[in-house]
C-alpha cells in the first residue's frame, strides 16, 4: 500500500525566533511582536515579511496606553482615570478613607482616627474631614464667622437662663415720703453672661390710707424703668404709678421692666415706694389689720435671666 505524507496537520508554536534551531514546515515563531509560519524548513534564514522560508501570520498593532501594571509601584496603591490618562494614587495611611478632591480621588482622614473623644463632632473642612472637640454643657454648634466651619457658643437669645421669686405673705406700712425698699420685696440674681437681660416683675397687694403713694423697681438703689420727667409733681414712668385712696384701699398692682445689667456679679432687685402723706400698707387695708373678711393679698417679686 502506498504511503502519502502529509506533514504537519497543525501549526507547531515554537516561540521566539531562535537563528540556531532548525524549523520545519507549519513551525510558527514570534519576532518583533510579530508572528511567522515556516514554509520551507529553514535553519539560519531570518523571518521576515517576504521569504522564500517565512510566511507572516500576523502583525503587532499599535502601542496601547500605558496599562496599571507599569503604573502601580505600591502594594495599597489605587488606579484612576486622570484629565488625560490613568493615575496612580499612591496608598493612604491606616485609618484613612477614599474622598473626592476637586476633580480626582484623595485619602482623608477617617472618623476612626479623628475623633478622640465621646461628643466629638466630625465637619469636612477645604482638605479633609476633621474634628471638633466637644463643647460645653448649654452651648450650642454655630457656624464661625467665617461662615466657613462649625463651632460651638452660647445658645440664641430669647430663652430664659434662670428664674427667682421671693413671696411676701406678711404686712408692711410705710409713711416715708422718699422711696425707701418694701421690707421683704427684694431678690438676687448672678446673670450667667454680661449681656443678658433681667426681666423684673412684681405683683403687689397694695392698698392706700388717706393719701398718694408711689412705687418703682431699682437696681440696687438705683430706680430702673423711668422715662421723661415731665417737672412739677408729674414723673412718666414704666414702672411707677400713682394710686389715690379712700380708706377702703386698692387690690393688687403689677410693675415689670427689662433690665440690661451688663454685669456678671450677683445683682439684687427691690420694690421701692414712698408717700406724699399719709400712709400706704402692703398686704392689708387701712381699715384693718390683717382679720378675715377684708381684702388683703400676698406679693411677689421675680427675676428671670432672658439670653441676649
Request: aromatic share 8%; glycine share 16%.
Amino acid at each position: 500500500m502506498a504511503t502519502i505524507n502529509l506533514g504537519s496537520i497543525k501549526f507547531n508554536w515554537k516561540g521566539a525566533y531562535n537563528n540556531s534551531t532548525a524549523y520545519a514546515v507549519d513551525d510558527v515563531v514570534s519576532s518583533g511582536g510579530n508572528s511567522y509560519v515556516c514554509i520551507q524548513a529553514s535553519t539560519g534564514n531570518a523571518v521576515g515579511n517576504a521569504t522564500a522560508y517565512w510566511n507572516i501570520m500576523s502583525s503587532a498593532g499599535a502601542a496601547g496606553a500605558e496599562g496599571g501594571t507599569t503604573t502601580l509601584t505600591t502594594r495599597g496603591d489605587t488606579l484612576y482615570r486622570g484629565a488625560s490618562a490613568v493615575a496612580r494614587l499612591a496608598k493612604g495611611t491606616a485609618g484613612q478613607v477614599l474622598g473626592q478632591g476637586a476633580n480626582d480621588p484623595a485619602w482623608v482622614n477617617g472618623s476612626s482616627s479623628t475623633l478622640t473623644t465621646q461628643g466629638d463632632v466630625l465637619y469636612r473642612d477645604g482638605s479633609g474631614l476633621q474634628r471638633l472637640a466637644k463643647g460645653t454643657a448649654g452651648q450650642a454648634l454655630l457656624m464661625n464667622s467665617g461662615a466657613n466651619a462649625p463651632e460651638w457658643g452660647a445658645a440664641g437669645g430669647g430663652k430664659v437662663l434662670q428664674v427667682k421669686t421671693v413671696f411676701k405673705s406678711d404686712t408692711y406700712s410705710q409713711t416715708s415720703t422718699s422711696f425707701v425698699t418694701v421690707t421683704g420685696m427684694e431678690i438676687a440674681i448672678t446673670p450667667s453672661a454680661s449681656n443678658s437681660k433681667i426681666l423684673v416683675i412684681s405683683n403687689v397687694g397694695v392698698y392706700g390710707g388717706s393719701g398718694y403713694f408711689n412705687m418703682c423697681l431699682s437696681r440696687g438703689d438705683t430706680l430702673i424703668g423711668l422715662g421723661d420727667s415731665l417737672g412739677g409733681a408729674r414723673v412718666r414712668t414704666g414702672t411707677a404709678f400713682r394710686m389715690a385712696d379712700a380708706n377702703s384701699g386698692h387690690g393688687g398692682s403689677i410693675l415689670m421692666h427689662m433690665d440690661s445689667p451688663s454685669t456678671t456679679n450677683a445683682t439684687t432687685y427691690k420694690l421701692k415706694m414712698y408717700v406724699d402723706y399719709g400712709t400706704c400698707y402692703v398686704g392689708r387695708t387701712s381699715s384693718n389689720g390683717d382679720t378675715d373678711g377684708y381684702c388683703s393679698g400676698g406679693s411677689s417679686i421675680q427675676v428671670m435671666e432672658i439670653g441676649a
